[in-house]
C-alpha cells in the first residue's frame, strides 16, 4: 500500500532564503509523486509532478523536486522564497501512472515566509 | 489547463437536511471523478470514486447512503449528503482526470456548515 509523510507541519522561512519541504514515500509500486500548494480558500494547484521520468522535476514558481528512490524521498525545494509562497502544501503519492489512480496525500506542510 | 468547477462555494443548513454538491468538468469529459473530505488543518480524504454510468466505489469508513454520489453525465458529479449533522461539516473537494494526462484536476472546494 502507497503512503506519504511529510516530516514537518510547519515550517518558517524568511523571504529570499531557500525553502526545503521533506517527504517520504512508501510504495509497492513505481510510484507517481505530486506536490499541490493550497492558498487560503482556493482550490488545490499541482506545482509538479514525477512520472518515471527525469528525477530532477522542475515545477511552476521556480519550485523544482528530486525523486531518489534509494531514500526514497521526494523533497520540495526553491531557491529564494516569496512572500506569496505562503501556503498549505500537499506531498501526493499515486497507486500508479495515469490521472484515473486514487492519490494518497500527506498530512500537508504549512509554509510561513516572514519578510 | 482543464478546470474543474464546484457549486455551491459554501452552504450553511440545517440538521438534519440534505445538501447538493455539483462539480463539473468544464472543458473536457470525465468518466472519473473523485471526492475528497478535509477537516479544518487536516489533510484531503479521498471518499469515494464517481464512475460515470456506473455505481460509485466507496472508501472504508464511507457511508454511501449518507454520502449519494450520482454521476450522470460525462460533464457533472454530484455529492449529496442526506441528513446532514454538524459532525459533516467540512470542506468538500472533487477532481477529476483529463483524458491522456496523468494529473487529476481539483475543484475549489465546497465549505458547508452544519447548525
Known amino acids: 500500500a502507497q503512503s506519504v509523510t511529510q516530516l514537518d507541519s510547519h515550517v518558517s522561512v524568511s523571504e529570499g532564503t531557500p525553502v526545503l519541504l521533506r517527504c517520504n514515500y512508501s510504495?509497492?509500486?513505481?510510484?507517481?509523486l505530486f506536490w499541490y500548494v493550497q492558498h487560503p480558500n482556493k482550490g488545490l494547484q499541482l506545482l509538479l509532478k514525477?512520472?518515471?521520468?527525469?528525477?530532477l522535476v522542475k515545477g511552476i514558481n521556480g519550485f523544482e523536486a528530486e525523486f531518489k528512490k534509494s531514500e526514497t524521498s521526494f523533497h520540495l525545494t526553491k531557491p529564494s522564497a516569496h512572500m506569496s509562497d505562503a501556503a498549505e502544501y500537499f506531498c501526493?503519492?499515486?497507486?500508479?501512472?495515469?490521472?484515473?489512480?486514487?492519490?494518497?496525500f500527506g498530512a500537508g506542510t504549512r509554509l510561513a515566509v516572514h519578510p | 489547463g482543464a478546470v474543474v468547477s464546484q457549486h455551491p462555494s459554501w452552504v450553511i443548513c440545517k440538521s438534519g437536511t440534505s445538501v447538493k454538491i455539483e462539480c463539473r468538468s468544464l472543458?473536457?469529459?470525465?468518466?472519473?471523478m473523485f471526492w475528497y473530505r478535509q477537516f479544518p488543518k487536516q489533510s484531503l480524504m479521498l471518499m469515494a470514486t464517481?464512475?460515470?454510468?456506473?455505481?460509485?466505489?466507496?472508501e472504508q469508513g464511507v457511508e454511501k447512503d449518507k454520502f449519494l454520489i450520482n454521476h450522470a453525465s460525462l460533464t457533472l458529479s454530484t455529492l449529496t449528503v442526506t441528513s446532514a449533522h454538524p459532525e459533516d461539516s467540512s470542506f468538500y473537494i472533487c477532481?477529476?482526470?483529463?483524458?491522456?494526462?496523468?494529473?487529476?484536476?481539483f475543484g475549489p472546494g465546497t465549505r458547508l456548515l452544519v447548525l
Open positions: 477532481s477529476a482526470p483529463a483524458r491522456m494526462e496523468e494529473t487529476q484536476y
Open positions: 514525477y512520472t518515471s521520468a527525469a528525477t
Open positions: 501526493v503519492v499515486s497507486e500508479g501512472t495515469g490521472g484515473y489512480n486514487k492519490l494518497i
Open positions: 510504495s509497492s509500486y513505481s510510484p507517481s
Open positions: 472543458d473536457f469529459q470525465a468518466t472519473t
Open positions: 464517481s464512475n460515470e454510468g456506473s455505481k460509485a466505489t466507496y
